[in-house]
């Protein structure tokens, strides 16, 4: 009889053994999770602010740092909206003097 409640009480033993080693799992996924949450909230609040700012050299600068900090959708389009945001860096020229050669192939209009 003694043997039996033994061999009930280890397996008892085990069982719980197995639960707490599944608990330590979890709470380490948890904890990495948090982890990389809190590290990649102040990455996407930079991205953010890089388009509020009206310096140029911050506004690229924390731009481009999320964009390699952090893969997220906020992160990634942070220079190009970076960029859209500051019209002095935005303009086109004019090209005069091209001659029809610059352009090989079919001509419009011809």
């Not at 190009?80 to 079919?106: C, K, Q, W, Y």
């Amino acid at each position: 009889m003694l043997l039996v409640l033994a061999l009930l009480a280890g397996g008892v033993a085990a069982v719980q053994s197995n639960r707490a080693g599944d608990n330590e799992a979890q709470a380490l996924a948890s904890k990495r999770a948090a982890e990389r949450g809190e590290f990649t909230a102040p990455v996407r609040q930079a991205a953010l602010m890089s388009v509020a700012t009206d310096d140029v050299d911050l506004s690229f600068l924390l731009a481009v740092a999320a964009t390699k900090l952090d893969s997220s959708p906020t992160s990634t389009t942070a220079p190009g909206r970076a960029l859209s945001n500051n019209s002095t860096l935005l303009s086109s020229v004019e090209i005069s003097g091209m001659d029809d050669h610059m352009f090989p192939g079919p001509q419009p209009g011809r």
